[in-house]
């Protein structure tokens, strides 16, 4: 099974700040890797595709890139609604499989 | 407008089965892959299994923590996917999401439904 591992697991930031988020694969998965946003009580949102394609509606300040076994998510000046957890996934190979999660607090 | 409504959930003792269903609306539903992903309480998303889409048979995929205990399958004519868990334990709590995909990914999740494995 591919591995997926993210870092930083938990990020304290500011509003306006810029947010990195890592997603390290165990094994090349080209870009056959997703990001999505989740908040509280809510199901996943699709946000970067292929690696560093933008899904339909999710706005700029979001960017995704790398290829092969690292990638990076990330969020230009954070705003207040940004504030959720997020995951990559990759879709090389069964079984999919998600990274941990990287939790993003307000400071 | 794409809509899932997942239902189904419930309390279940260990070893016993449930049976959950997605219906979808707002597409061609024999044309897109589905997939089944859950949430453990306080947990990060674990992928479940997949419904290919009719061209592909409708053939199935599974992670190793549910095969041979879930079965994903279809309801062409109700437009509805299903998950049919058996044999179910308590690590099985989760809430279940069912997405459709376009391409390669999932682009819109029901709600979910909460299952809770416990005597």
């Known amino acids: 099974d591919i591995q997926l591992t993210q870092s930083p697991s938990f990020l304290s930031a500011s509003v306006g700040d810029r947010v990195t988020i890592t997603c390290r694969a165990s094994q090349d998965i080209s870009s056959s890797l997703a990001w999505f946003q989740q908040k509280p009580g809510k199901a996943p949102k699709l946000l970067i595709y292929a690696a560093s394609t933008l899904q339909g509606g999710v706005p700029s300040r979001f960017s995704g890139s790398g290829s092969g076994t690292e990638f990076t998510l990330t969020i230009n000046s954070l705003p207040p609604e940004d504030f959720a957890t997020y995951y990559c996934?990759?879709?090389?190979?069964?079984?999919?499989?998600f990274g941990g999660g990287t939790k993003v607090e307000i400071k | 407008e794409v809509q899932l409504v997942e239902s189904g959930g419930g309390l279940v003792q260990p070893g016993g089965s449930l049976r959950l269903s997605c219906a979808a609306s707002?597409?061609?539903?024999?044309?897109?892959?589905m997939d089944w992903v859950r949430q453990a309480p306080g947990k990060g998303l674990e992928w479940v299994g997949r419904?290919?889409?009719?061209?592909?048979?409708?053939?199935?995929e599974y992670a190793a923590s549910v095969k041979g205990r879930f079965i994903i399958s279809r309801d062409e004519s109700r437009n509805s996917l299903h998950l049919q868990m058996n044999s179910l334990k308590t690590e099985d709590t989760a809430v279940y999401y069912c997405?459709?995909?376009?391409?390669?990914?999932?682009?819109?999740w029901g709600q979910g439904t909460l299952v809770t494995v416990s005597s």
């Open positions: 996934q990759q879709l090389k190979s069964y079984p999919i499989t």
């Open positions: 419904s290919r889409n009719k061209v592909n048979s409708y053939t199935t």
């Open positions: 997405g459709r995909l376009s391409g390669n990914n999932v682009d819109y």
């Open positions: 707002g597409f061609t539903f024999s044309d897109h892959y």
